[in-house]
């Protein structure tokens, strides 16, 4: 295999920060090359200077071999790119898929292929719908999604299928010399199962012979499909190596500059309270009745694949989503009226999926976010008092160690792990006795989510009875006292101790979803 | 756990607390620019024009009879700030007035038992709009739409157009235009005086910048504006927000309504629904004020900055006038949303570079050259 991308020296400087330091990389024709680095690394803005959003500074260069996967051999005269130039990056076959995509949600995937690409149009100037149908359809299968719905709003797709639409779209072209696929984040949004399906699109890139950028925070997966990994700190390329050279302590360490340290729950007897949070068939959208306890001072993982009822546990339980049938109770009290607001007042606190468009107020400031669960604490009978509420917030800014200039700096210009901490505050302070999260740490750096982790430990510590559903296995393993998997609604599996494993909670998920294939093999003969 | 490394490059970002170092921010132009505008107004038109720093000849117009426009702008303030519009409140406000006149007219009712059937059919209007937009769903900006033409064929029905003078009695007006205040003016012969609506208007003006701004229920409005979800999800009950604040919105309205009842008295068909742009405009140019979003003060010094510069225009050029008064609210409003929009372009990219993870540094850039 020989070079398809050199970048040398690629260094771009901020009023007041060395984002890129001399950054070299090299691809190979064909390799998929993992990027990876906690948050302010360097490696969007790499991305961003590779796509022509951000300028190299200073001396940079960069040069390309050209080359067609599907006929024309390699060329070996280097060409030179400009580091930069959107357009220049276009023409040297590099394709970008960005985190968000892209998509228009209410236009089909024919129609989001089309917009990025062109129409194809008849005589007159009409769109030739059924030539761009073909070239929608046939992209996708390429991709292994034939069964992806052309005709729905890509909205109703599932996020994986998202995915593959944005794909699609970038590599429309391939045939006539895309060479290079940057996808940034691709999973940042995805489930655990639909990982895998957006990987098969992956896999059959690579057999195609095209390489990839891939750029993520999920290390698991850089494990799994990446050959090679460059890992960035501060803006410095740390190390260039061969996937098989690394592990994950090891990748770690380089990413963070120190090793992290290791922690599990200590075992833990259950006590047989009655209080804590008591969920008694609990149904509702994908949950087919859930009963489920979770003592005070436990913490209670619950893994499953998407479609499993876990993704549906967390807002039932909240009130986010109005449920079919059954029954919550927090500290013995069963809660009436069920809505968030009567879930907090009877003392849940509870953190959604999608810190964006369900935790904060990005244009609001950090303390308005921190207090917002209980604004009236600084009520001093006659007004607000703002004094008051920020040096309440100043304390909790530095009691969950939130990088932030001031308690007034809009949240939305906060990292993602600081952001989770401030909503982390504005449920901690309400002093909860059952503690519900979805997806903790999504989306969130290495460092910063084993902060997140200490702040459920002492959530626990506090008494507290806590619920985490996540799709990051290892997550479950190093928070819970004892895991239960769902699968088709309801809880098939619980493990405890040393059956906490990844390896065991993968296989309770898979496992339970191959008896339900081989059930509905049954059923069909 | 974050290595010192890391906490160096999230330092480096202090987007919230930029340091205004260009002079322009210095200066809090970004901030108060109504405000130097309307010290230029008063300059400019207080050298050329005579009767422009006169009491008799333009403070006091323009401070009281702008009175109307504020509480109108108010009214489209308050569902704002839940990121509902209301587009009604011009309507709303001609039914009152023409209410006050037809009971005054037609029954022996006693003129203030008038005024308050009157607002009483204001809250009724906004309840429907509360209803329609929280429990039917329809976005906010149609649904009033759609009431604000209820509401004027409303009109219609009782009063076939033209004006109606309901020959409100002195008692009545007197309550609200009746003198807080009067005394002359020394050397000068000219009467200073304020009418009581003024001091009314005033007082509920720090009413709503009380309860938006210093109370826990106007946080919570401001969070639903901001995402209803979250708001929501953090036990806030948005829909009851929503739906108070349209109710409230109506109420303002029809303050309006009587105020202009109070001051003129006669109903006619130009009252009302010509007042919504106005009022709009001095919201969104007010949101462009102080703190970068809908606020109080910043509508307040949006009204009469746009008064006194129409005011001053309308003494250099009394003949121009009549076109020159919307070209200049019309431009007004847009260069004020087009600023608006442009912080807002900032923090929506800010925002999905938050979105994707990306680093701080990027925003800091884009912050600083935006």
């Known amino acids: 295999m020989g070079s398809l991308l050199k970048i040398h020296e690629l260094t771009k400087i901020f009023p007041g920060q060395v984002a890129l330091d001399e950054v070299d990389l090299e691809i190979e024709t064909g390799s998929t090359h993992a990027l990876v680095g906690q948050n302010g690394s360097g490696k969007s803005t790499l991305i961003k200077v590779l796509c022509g959003f951000h300028q190299p500074t200073g001396e940079s260069s960069a040069s390309y071999y050209p080359q067609s996967i599907m006929d024309t051999p390699s060329l070996d005269e280097p060409v030179e790119l400009r580091l930069g130039d959107g357009k220049a990056a276009a023409n040297a076959g590099i394709r970008f898929v960005h985190q968000d995509l ?123 499909i990446a050959d090679t990994a460059t890992i960035l700190r501060d803006g410095k390329r740390i190390a260039t190596l061969p996937i098989n050279e690394l592990n994950h302590d090891k990748m770690i360490e380089l990413m963070i500059g120190h090793t992290l340290v290791k922690r599990q729950q200590a075992s833990r007897e259950f006590i047989g309270s009655e209080k804590g949070l008591i969920i008694q068939g609990l149904t509702g959208g994908t949950l087919a009745g859930i009963d489920l306890h979770v003592e005070p001072g436990e913490i209670v993982g619950v893994a499953g694949i998407m479609g499993s009822g876990r993704e549906m546990l967390v807002p039932l339980i909240t009130g986010q ?205 | 756990m974050e290595t010192p490394e890391t906490s160096a490059t999230e330092d480096g970002n202090d987007l919230g607390s930029s340091p205004g170092d260009s002079i322009w921010s210095r200066l809090g132009f970004d901030r108060f620019s109504a405000l130097y505008v309307l010290v230029a107004f008063f300059i400019f038109f207080g050298i050329t024009e005579d009767s422009f720093l006169m009491w008799n000849g333009s403070l006091e117009f323009v401070l009281t009879d702008k009175i109307v426009v504020l509480m109108l702008a108010l009214a489209f303030l308050v569902p704002l700030t839940t990121e509902a519009f209301d587009l009604s409140i011009g309507a709303i406000a001609a039914l009152a007035l023409l209410i006050v006149n037809k009971i005054a007219l037609e029954t022996d009712l006693p003129q203030g038992l008038g005024a308050l059937i009157a607002i009483g059919a204001c809250l009724v209007i906004g309840w429907v709009n509360g209803f329609i937009v929280v429990k039917l769903r329809v976005n906010s900006f149609i649904a009033t739409l759609g009431m604000s033409q209820v509401v004027a064929a409303i009109i219609r029905n009782i009063h076939d157009g033209g004006q109606i003078n309901g020959e409100l009695s002195k008692t009545y007006r007197s309550f609200g235009k009746g003198d807080i205040f009067a005394f002359d003016w020394p050397g000068t ?165 938050d979105k994707a993870d990306l680093e701080n540094g990027d925003d800091h850039t884009e912050a600083n050259s935006a």
């Open chain 1, 102 to 224: 892209g998509l228009v949600d209410s236009f089909n995937a024919i129609e989001n292929i089309s917009m990025g690409v062109g129409y194809t149009k008849r005589f007159g100037g009409a769109i030739d719908w059924r030539a761009d149908r073909k070239r929608a359809e046939e992209g996708l299968a390429t991709l292994g999604f034939p069964d992806i719905d052309v005709n729905i709003p890509v909205g109703l797709l599932a996020p994986s299928q998202k995915t593959a639409v944005a794909i699609a779209r970038a590599l429309h072209d391939w045939d006539k010399g895309a060479s290079l696929l940057v996808l940034d984040e691709p999973t940042a949004s995805l489930p655990g199962a639909d990982v895998e399906r957006l990987f098969t699109a992956v896999r059959r890139l690579q057999e195609k012979g095209v390489a990839i950028l891939y750029v993520s925070h999920h290390l698991d997966e850089v494990f799994e």
């Open chain 1, 321 to 525: 989503t109005p449920s079919d049938q059954g029954a919550v109770a927090v500290d013995g009290l069963q809660i009436q009226n069920y809505s968030p607001k009567s879930a907090i007042n009877a003392g849940m606190a509870f953190l959604s999926a999608d810190r964006y468009s369900q935790g904060v107020i990005a244009i609001q400031s950090v303390r308005n976010n921190l207090t917002l669960s209980d604004v009236r604490r600084n009520w001093n009978s006659f007004k607000l008092d703002h004094k008051a509420e920020k040096v309440e917030a100043d304390q909790w800014i530095e009691k969950l160690d939130v990088k932030t200039p001031t308690s007034e700096t809009p949240i939305g210009s906060l990292s993602g792990g600081n952001q989770q901490k401030v909503l982390f505050g504005r449920s901690l302070r309400l002093e909860p006795s059952v503690l519900v999260l979805d997806e903790p740490t999504r989306g969130i750096d290495v460092g910063a989510k084993e902060e997140i982790h200490q702040l459920v430990d002492q959530a626990s510590k506090d008494n507290a009875a806590v619920l985490v559903a996540s799709t990051d296995t290892d997550e479950l393993v190093r928070l819970s006292h004892r895991v239960v998997v769902m699968v088709n609604g309801q809880i098939s599996e619980e493990l405890t101790g040393d059956q906490m494993t990844v390896e065991n909670i993968e296989r309770a998920q898979l496992q339970s979803q191959e008896q339900k294939t081989k059930v509905g093999a049954h059923g069909n003969a």
């Open chain 2, 189 to 353: 012969g000219s009467e200073i005086a304020l009418p009581w609506y003024f001091l009314y208007g005033l007082i509920i003006t720090v009413i709503v910048y009380y309860i938006l701004e210093h109370t826990p229920t106007g946080r919570h409005m401001f969070a639903t504006g901001g995402n209803p979800e979250a708001a929501r999800l953090s036990g806030i009950n948005t829909d009851r927000l929503t739906w108070g604040s349209l109710v409230g919105s109506a109420a303002l309205a029809g303050f309006a309504g009587l105020v202009y009842s109070w001051k003129v008295g006669i109903y006619t068909t130009s009252f009302g629904a010509p007042l919504l742009f106005p009022a709009v405009a001095a919201v969104f140019f007010g949101a462009s004020q102080l703190r970068g979003r809908p606020n109080v003060w910043g509508t307040v010094i949006a009204v009469y900055t746009l008064a006194f510069g129409i005011k001053g225009i309308g003494l250099r050029y009394p003949r121009e006038i009549s076109w020159i008064q919307p070209m200049f609210e019309g431009l007004t409003l847009l260069i004020a949303v087009a600023i608006a929009s442009r912080q807002l372009i900032i923090k929506v990219q800010k925002r999905k570079i």
